[in-house]
């Protein structure tokens, strides 16, 4: 288990005020947030290399606070894998190795052996991230640390190389906490996520849940929600709103009615009355060439303004007086629909979809 | 970012006058700081190493001078390289007063330096009582060489270590201690591993400016006598005529560390990290 309880720490520009989080023992933990959010200096103070100036930090249940790095039992691999660059490849991985043979046990995992004995100097960005990972996974720990570990990797060796961690994360059952800026991969990795900017904690919690219900508009935008609206928010009496058996009602207390610019939107939330922000990720919203006749509150009529189709997804906006509205659905449902700019289309998604910040 | 590579490319306007201005004040300067040391190699190197042969005397002083810079800048690594890495790796309170003071060798003339060591570890002090307690005299003997040679040389090991480990990143130790290093264990595997060349460069340095003090030795120590006050005793007794010879001899010792400082740089810039 990580447990950060109230750290700050760093110095300059970057410095972490107040951060707690908790990853949960054998849990993959995901931390994003922008360039300069403190992701690093994180890390840096859960490894002990930065000093803390308040705060504690607890790992595998001890309160490690005030144990030097090497008695933390973790492993650090930095974004620019910080390789010694007096020691071939096989040295480096078996630099901190736990017991003999697990350093070239990982030097297969990770496809290092037509490399093993090169001057790391000598290898491209990728190998050295690779060389970085083995050499931490050979040390063996019960907390692993990494920084944006596959950000040098092409396309193809990262989903390849983030699948061999995964499935050495699921044999020894250690645990991560893993920063990085992309959402994708947080989404694909994390068993938590917490969202990280300007040295403070914004939100943590299941990576479903800081997509669809995120604290702030900021972080909305940061996780790739695309329809995000600034407004105001009314609690309203409906005797229909549109949820199902079995939803949690304490989160569906009330209807509210917000209005951004000409549009009024449905949406079901504990929020007061006064300003706020919607948020309708581009996925929850529904086009079709007629009205709908469902139970859906929200539904407009609007025009076709842009689509932009990006392998097996399309992305369309459309103008609701005034408004645009981003739609995602597949590139073959745009196909059937002959999506096209000047097309004229219904806009439909439910209250439920709207989330209130 | 990578430096631009040096060019021999020609070059057009005011960039080819500049260089041949560059040239010529480049070409003065350079003579100005060799020719003369050229004309005591060239008109005594030759007699000197005759000498080298017979003269006991002059083989003694060699032999002694060589002997305490070694010494000397064997203590300079065992207690200026734990400093030099406390003040490029540490934060503390009176840092920079720390450099400052370290400094303080370099900027006093050499016979000050002398005089300052005779009042601190004289025999009329209490430093210098304790010395003699275990045998050690600082005037008229081998440790008052040593003694001098490291007060004013040190500074530039220390310097040249400071500068050797402000280059190794701090991150490969973090990266050492998170894999088990102890703090002692991560500094011999990593740091000085990485640093060993600036630290040797520094070491020689300090060796071959060892050799050739004068001012604070000839103030401490007068016999035995150290190669630069033979030749100083020379000049007094022989004029130039019995200076030149061992004052090329000297040269010559001093040239030997240049050249190796030379390629151990001509090696570091090949071995260079390349930039990601």
């Known amino acids: 288990m990580i447990s950060v309880e109230g750290i700050s720490a760093g110095a300059g520009a970057r410095p972490l005020t107040d951060v707690s989080l908790v990853v949960p023992q054998g849990s993959y933990g995901v931390v994003i947030g922008p360039a300069g959010a403190g992701k690093t200096t994180l890390l840096e103070a859960i490894a002990g290399i930065v000093p803390l100036r308040a705060g504690r930090v607890h790992l595998s249940g001890e309160d490690v606070t005030t144990w030097p790095p090497e008695e933390r039992r973790l492993s650090l691999v930095y974004q620019h894998a910080w390789l010694f660059p007096h020691l071939d490849v096989a040295q480096n991985v078996a630099y901190g190795e736990a017991e003999p043979g697990v350093a070239d046990a990982m030097i297969e995992r990770f496809g290092l052996q037509d490399v093993r004995d090169h001057d790391v100097r000598v290898l491209s960005g990728g190998e050295r991230q690779l060389v970085a990972l083995a050499r931490a996974l050979a040390h063996r720990p019960e907390v692993l640390l990494l920084d944006e570990p596959f950000g040098a990797l092409d396309p193809r060796r990262r989903a390849a190389v983030r699948r061999e961690v995964r499935t050495i994360y699921y044999e020894r059952r250690f645990t991560v906490l893993h920063v990085t800026h992309d959402f994708a991969e947080a989404g694909a990795l994390g068993d938590t996520l917490a969202v990280l900017d300007g040295g403070r904690l914004l939100q943590q919690g299941a990576p479903e849940m800081v997509l669809r219900k995120p604290a702030t508009p900021w972080i909305a935008e940061f996780v790739g929600a695309e329809n995000v609206f600034a407004g105001d928010a009314r609690p309203i009496r409906d005797s229909s709103p549109d949820w199902r058996d079995g939803d949690d009602l304490e989160q569906l207390e009330h209807a509210v009615a917000f209005n951004t610019g000409a549009l009024t939107l449905y949406a079901l939330g504990h929020v007061l009355p006064g300003p706020a922000h919607a948020v309708i990720r581009a996925e929850e919203v529904m086009l079709s060439l007629g009205p709908r006749t469902t139970s859906v509150r929200n539904q407009f009529h609007g025009i076709v303004s842009d689509v932009t189709a990006a392998g097996a997804l399309t992305r369309v906006t459309v103008q609701v007086t005034g408004t645009p509205i981003v739609a995602a659905l597949t590139t073959r449902s745009a196909g059937e629909l002959d999506l096209a700019p000047g097309r004229e289309v219904w806009v439909a998604f439910k209250a439920m979809s709207v989330h209130l910040c | ?276």
């Open chain 2, 1 to 276: 970012m990578s430096a631009l590579p040096r060019t021999t490319a020609p070059l057009v306007g005011g960039g080819a006058i500049a260089t041949v201005v560059s040239g010529l004040l480049g070409s003065l300067f350079l003579l100005f700081l060799v020719g003369p040391v050229a004309g005591v190699v060239g008109s005594g190197a030759a007699e000197g190493f005759r000498l080298l042969a017979s003269d006991s005397e002059l083989q003694a002083a060699l032999a002694l001078t060589a002997a305490s810079a070694t010494l000397a800048t064997l203590l300079a690594l065992l207690g200026a390289t734990p400093i030099a890495w406390l003040l490029e790796r540490r934060s503390f309170r009176g840092r920079s007063v720390v450099a400052a003071l370290l400094d303080i060798p370099l900027l006093i003339p050499h016979p000050v330096a002398g005089i300052a060591l005779l009042l601190a570890l004289g025999r009329v002090t209490l430093a210098g009582r304790g010395l003699e307690l275990f045998g050690l005299h600082v005037t008229g003997s081998v440790t008052g060489i040593v003694l001098a040679m490291l007060f004013v040389s040190s500074p530039l090991y220390l310097n040249a270590a400071r500068e050797s480990f402000a280059k190794v990143d701090p991150r490969y130790e973090a990266v050492a201690r998170t894999l088990g290093d102890s703090p002692w264990r991560a500094f011999r595997r990593v740091t000085l591993p990485l640093s060993r060349r600036g630290l040797l460069a520094g070491a020689i340095v300090m060796w071959a400016r060892s050799v050739s003090e004068f001012g604070a030795i000839v103030i401490l120590v007068y016999h035995p006598r150290v190669a630069s006050v033979l030749i100083w005793e020379r000049f007094n007794v022989s004029g130039l005529r019995g200076a030149v010879p061992v004052a090329a001899v000297l040269i010559l010792l001093a040239v030997i560390p240049l050249l190796l400082l030379r390629m151990l740089r001509g090696d570091e810039i090949r071995e260079a990290p390349r930039a990601e």
